[in-house]
């Protein structure tokens, strides 16, 4: 079994590693992306990205004023852990849909409650600009965000995750370039330019309740939110950054991905419960999204 403080820790592994540790019914995939000897110490440098799922208090608990260097952004699932910032300020209950961001060392902690278990995916990173921008990030936000599985960070960071756990991605260029657009992300997230006006914020809820009927469709949507299809269409790539089609599409995908790697059903059935029609077409829209192909990420998670 390895020790959970090795797993949030600056280790030196070879590129592609996994790390597999089982943990009652569910396994948690650690997946070491480059070595921290010898890169210049101002990249956003990719470490660990991860799918953990922890239930044993005793081991999982870290006070972040005696770690190493490192930057950690740790996004909730399912179930429960529970975040600290500054000490004597409020403890806060990470629940699915809420990450941490924190530079390390901190006065900041994070840890599995008695009676939880706790599911999450994770990105450690390193590097002086990485360390600059997590620092802008809290200073006007705060170390917790509230976002969506269906938020532009979250689906970055689970695309990521699924092609290192695939063996797509390995070059640590390309790697130093997701972590630096993640935190752009979470910029964009952090800093709205405005709030989202209702009408998008109610489709946008619809969507995440509807997606798996195969015939909605944008004029639809435009409908539901009581606009032209074309001022719709227009209004919800301001406030979202992409279009309706594409923003429906994310969502199918996030959810496919998810039924891949948490079940055996059937990659057609799979398929159709996500609202796609045409299995040809979820396919080549799956692997055009992730990168690879629906078959090849489950065989990679079995590996």
Not at 31 to 42: D, E, N, Q, V, W
Not at 246 to 271: E, F, G, H
């Amino acid at each position: 079994m390895i020790n959970s403080n090795m797993f949030h820790g600056i280790v030196v592994r070879i590129c592609g590693r996994i790390l597999l540790n089982v943990m009652a019914t569910k396994r948690s995939v650690h997946i070491s992306l480059s070595s921290t000897k010898g890169f210049p110490a101002h990249r956003c440098e990719a470490v660990t990205i991860g799918h953990a799922y922890e239930i044993d208090p005793r081991r999982y608990s870290f006070d972040n004023r005696v770690r190493e260097h490192f930057s950690l952004f740790q996004y909730t699932l399912a179930g429960e852990g529970c975040f600290r910032g500054a000490t004597g300020s409020d403890t806060i209950a990470m629940t699915p849909g809420r990450g941490f961001l924190v530079n390390c060392p901190s006065d900041t902690a994070y840890w599995l409650p008695e009676g939880r278990t706790w599911e999450f995916v994770y990105l450690l990173f390193v590097g002086d600009m990485a360390r600059h921008h997590v620092d802008q990030l809290i200073a006007a936000h705060g170390s917790v965000f509230e976002l969506p599985a269906t938020s532009s960070p979250i689906d970055l960071l689970q695309r990521t995750y699924a092609d290192a756990a695939a063996g797509i991605v390995s070059d640590k260029y390309l790697l130093s370039a997701r972590v630096y657009q993640f935190l752009m992300e979470l910029y964009r997230q952090a800093l709205p330019c405005e709030q989202m006006v209702p009408a998008i914020d109610r489709v946008v809820r619809f969507i995440e309740q509807d997606y798996r009927n195969p015939a909605l469709s944008v004029d639809d949507l435009a409908k539901r939110a009581g606009l032209s299809k074309f001022h719709f269409s227009r209004l919800f790539r301001q406030q979202l950054g992409v279009s309706p089609f594409v923003y429906v599409t994310q969502v199918r995908m996030n959810r496919a991905r998810d039924l891949l790697l948490s079940t055996t059903m059937p990659i057609k059935q799979l398929s159709q419960s996500v609202g796609f029609r045409d299995y040809s077409y979820f396919c080549r829209a799956f692997r055009h999204h992730n990168r690879t192909t629906p078959a090849a990420l489950r065989r990679a998670k079995r590996c």
